[in-house]
């Protein structure tokens, strides 16, 4: 996508990742492809796009932006979220890599 979008409309200079998957379950649930399908996601695939336009933004010598929206799972643990356990862990680590983005780009 990334190779396309940069052929075809020019160099990224803005990146928004407001991907989100989640589905109620308990941490007790035996649903390990569904654990797996929440991560890829809302954590593999932010980590992935960002590694793609932040290598173009270097190539073309940008100063771009990289915004990653999150959910109020990524910072505060509700309630009831022992019903949706997972999503919330994979929240906080979005929470977690723009942090750490955050320090490696400055």
């Not at 890829?40 to 100063?63: D, F, H």
């Not at 919330?88 to 955050?102: C, D, H, I, N, Y």
């Amino acid at each position: 996508a990334f190779k396309w979008i940069t052929e075809n409309l020019g160099p990224v200079h803005v990146l928004v990742n407001n991907a989100g998957f989640g589905k109620l379950g308990s941490l007790l649930d035996d649903d390990t492809q569904m654990w797996k399908s929440v991560f890829n996601v809302n954590v593999l695939g932010l980590c992935m796009a960002t590694r793609e336009a932040v290598r173009i933004m270097k190539v073309n010598n940008i100063k771009g932006h990289i915004i990653h929206i999150n959910s109020m799972g990524g910072h505060k643990v509700a309630p009831l979220s022992y019903e949706c356990n997972v999503y919330t862990a994979s929240k906080f680590a979005v929470t977690a890599l723009t942090e750490t983005l955050r320090l490696e780009l400055n």
